[in-house]
């Protein structure tokens, strides 16, 4: 039993020390954006990597979410006669759940997987290392265009998620259905509020943090991971891990976000 | 910042690291002297490489003291470090280079980063380099285009672009053929000769090391077995010493018992 204890011990120490690794992570990473000098060009070529790999999914994924949610709500409002009240319905609940959390795993998929495997290689390739000998900080080099670029995408392709999800259930709720144009559009103005909006934003905004920390620091420190292979392998099992561990963040913070902002 | 007239730009004490619970070095205390090549020598495992990570502060000992071009690395901060890395160069065993950018933009990026000269004159300065390095006409190729030999030169390419006092390089001749490794050690001795630099090498290849060395440092098992110039080594009468220069294996007498032992065990 004794040691039992011991070992639960030691596991609930090592993951705090982790914990600290990827807290000190973001400190330096945020240092080195607020401190000059500041470049421009990283920061573009990263907004373009994440922005242009994502947004055609983003796209697809929001018309149909649009369409499907909308299709919903018209059978279950069409049964208790309400059906003006479909466009602040699916209006409140792309703004306020379905378009931060999507979009977030969306970008997991496409930005954040490729993202850490790609840190990962340098890492185990030496390149980081390198950049430490060449006297470049990788924090500043790598990092800070990367997480800056995160809160900025996720903002906006959420922001298009959203638009477009609007869209797809107009054409399920209007044309389709015949619901009409004027209730689907003055019924979701008249609902949706700042907070609603806010509360969107928000989420997207820590989402974007979420995704591009764990991916580039589960990359960063794959040295660290004292559990199985170090080389292409350990690239491998902590790009699936980054997947896991940034989708399980998503969805926790969205449920404290939406506790706190309620 | 670093005095220009200081003599030994390495000192190395008492230096012991460990991965985990294994012993990888153990006591190493040696010096560099300015202006001349120092190579390190030893077995596969052996720990040369460590050796290495610790002389630039890549890694951290458990004791002992690092100096380097004067200044004290064990627990410096990292910007104190950095500043003292500009004046340093190092050529990766695998050349590391990054994968995203061409061999051009590779050797290009510490002048980007560190200096203000405009575009033009980065693009003759690492020419330049690239031309010493017989690279030219390959700078438009991405590593993953480039041969082993290749990744090699351009990463020394790279590591020597900033013009530094320190050069370390990993390796220079490991997989390569007999004729680009005597290359490389040509190219060695004439960035000591033509550029001044300190040269810390390290390899297995005992040609090579009698080519290039002023002074030889061999490590067996992560202990430092002997240091000093060719004439030292060669007369050495150390049975590990004499091994290495006859080309022998190191085997030990091995006990049967034992032998099978170490077989069956799990
Ligand atoms: N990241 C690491 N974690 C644990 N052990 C390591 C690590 N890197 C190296 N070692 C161990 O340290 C010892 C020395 O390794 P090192 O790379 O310094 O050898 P080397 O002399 O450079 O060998 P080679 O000539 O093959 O390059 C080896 O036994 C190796 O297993
Ligand atoms: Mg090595």
């Given at each position: 039993m004794g040691t039992n204890k011991l070992q639960a011990l030691s596991s609930i120490e090592s993951v705090l020390i982790r914990l600290g690794i990827a807290g000190i992570f973001l400190f330096e990473t945020t240092l080195t954006i607020v401190l000059p000098p500041y470049s421009l060009k990283p920061l573009i070529k990263q907004i373009a990597f994440i922005g242009a790999r994502s947004l055609l999914v983003i796209v697809v994924a929001g018309l149909f979410v649009g369409m499907v949610i909308a299709l919903q709500f018209y059978d279950t409002l069409v049964r208790f006669g309400s059906v003006s009240l479909l466009g602040s319905a699916v209006g409140l609940s792309l703004i306020r759940e379905l378009g931060p959390v999507l979009t977030a795993l969306m970008v997991i998929g496409r930005s954040g997987s490729a993202m850490c495997a790609e840190i990962g290689i340098m890492r185990v390739d030496n390149q980081i290392d390198a950049l430490e000998c060449m006297a470049i900080d990788p924090y500043r080099y790598l990092f800070a265009p990367r997480i800056l670029a995160g809160i900025i995408c996720v903002p906006i392709l959420t922001a298009i998620f959203i638009l477009v999800g609007i869209f797809g259930g107009y054409f399920v709720g209007v044309v389709?259905?015949?619901?009409?144009?004027?209730?689907?559009?003055?019924?979701?103005?008249?609902?949706?509020?700042?907070?609603?909006?806010?509360?969107?934003?928000?989420?997207?905004?820590?989402?974007?943090?979420?995704?591009?920390?764990?991916?580039?620091?589960?990359?960063?420190?794959?040295?660290?991971?004292?559990?199985?292979?170090?080389?292409?392998?350990?690239?491998?099992?902590?790009?699936?891990?980054?997947?896991?561990?940034?989708?399980?963040?998503?969805?926790?913070?969205?449920?404290?976000?939406?506790?706190?902002?309620? | 910042m670093i005095d220009p007239k200081i003599k030994n730009v390495i000192e190395i004490k008492g230096l012991d690291t460990w991965y985990g619970?294994?012993?990888?070095?153990?006591?190493?205390?040696?010096?560099?002297?300015?202006?001349?090549?120092?190579?390190?020598?030893?077995?596969?495992?052996?720990?040369?490489?460590?050796?290495?990570?610790?002389?630039?502060?890549?890694?951290?000992?458990?004791?002992?003291?690092?100096?380097?071009?004067?200044?004290?690395?064990?627990?410096?901060?990292?910007?104190?470090?950095?500043?003292?890395?500009?004046?340093?160069?190092?050529?990766?065993?695998?050349?590391?280079?990054?994968?995203?950018?061409?061999?051009?933009?590779?050797?290009?990026?510490?002048?980007?980063?560190?200096?203000k000269l405009d575009h033009n004159t980065i693009r003759i300065m690492s020419r330049l380099k690239l031309e010493l390095m017989n690279l030219s006409d390959n700078e438009d190729l991405m590593p993953a285009e480039l041969s082993g030999g290749m990744l090699k030169r351009a990463g020394l390419a790279r590591a020597v672009i900033m013009d530094p006092e320190i050069l370390f390089f990993d390796e220079p001749s490991a997989g390569l053929d007999p004729v680009t490794s005597a290359e490389l050690d040509d190219l060695?001795?004439?960035?000591?000769?033509?550029?001044?630099?300190?040269?810390?090498?390290?390899?297995?290849?005992?040609?090579?090391?009698?080519?290039?060395?002023?002074?030889?440092?061999?490590?067996?098992?992560?202990?430092?077995?002997?240091?000093?110039?060719?004439?030292?080594?060669k007369k050495s009468t150390d049975p590990r010493i004499v091994n290495m220069l006859e080309r022998r294996a190191m085997n030990d007498d091995i006990d049967a018992d034992d032998y099978l032992n170490k077989l069956t065990r799990n």
């Open positions: 389709l259905f015949g619901v009409s144009p004027g209730s689907y559009f003055q019924g979701m103005s008249d609902t949706v509020l700042n907070r609603d909006l806010f509360m969107g934003f928000s989420k997207s905004l820590v989402f974007g943090l979420l995704i591009v920390w764990i991916a580039c620091d589960k990359g960063f420190n794959l040295h660290l991971d004292k559990h199985g292979a170090y080389g292409s392998e350990g690239v491998s099992r902590i790009t699936t891990e980054a997947v896991v561990l940034s989708s399980i963040a998503v969805l926790f913070s969205d449920y404290l976000l939406s506790a706190l902002i309620l | 619970s294994k012993q990888i070095l153990s006591n190493i205390s040696l010096h560099v002297e300015r202006k001349e090549v120092m190579v390190i020598m030893g077995h596969s495992g052996s720990g040369k490489s460590t050796l290495l990570r610790h002389m630039i502060g890549l890694n951290n000992p458990a004791s002992g003291s690092i100096k380097l071009l004067g200044k004290e690395i064990t627990g410096l901060k990292s910007n104190e470090l950095y500043e003292l890395r500009k004046h340093i160069g190092v050529a990766f065993q695998n050349g590391a280079l990054f994968s995203s950018m061409t061999l051009q933009e590779n050797v290009e990026l510490p002048l980007h980063e560190h200096t060695i001795l004439q960035l000591r000769d033509a550029l001044n630099m300190t040269i810390i090498v390290v390899t297995h290849e005992l040609v090579s090391a009698f080519k290039i060395a002023d002074r030889i440092t061999v490590i067996d098992n992560g202990q430092q077995i002997i240091t000093g110039d060719k004439e030292t080594i």
